[in-house]
């Protein structure tokens, strides 16, 4: 039973934090097709294009900085869910999504450089 007429502040933010992690995800998943290395396909090799081989150094430092930014807001709203979440209809599941694949994708930007 929800006693609550309308959603306070505390809530909101948590719904916001929610909105903002899934924003963030997708530029992280972005910035990490980037850094990593291009694939040789069968028109790269007919065509002898040249491709790079390693890692994109500048795009993993801008990867480990948005996934630095991805746990904050992942651990804020942990924490924040943790006390003021306690309902069905409040949002929680992007803020773990995004922690999970923030923690993989530096781990990951970590052991290349």
Known sequence: MDRRKKNDFWAKMLFYLNILAGILLLGILLIFHRARPEFETLFDRFYKLNLRTTWDVQYLYYLIY????????????????????????D????????????????????NVI
Do not use: P, Q, W, Y
């Open 66 to 89: 948005a996934d630095s930014i991805g746990i904050l807001i992942c651990l804020s709203g942990l924490f924040l869910r943790r006390f003021r979440g306690r309902r069905e209809n």
């Open 91 to 110: 949002h929680k599941k992007a803020l773990i999504i995004t922690g999970i694949i923030s923690l993989a994708l530096l781990f990951v930007a970590m």
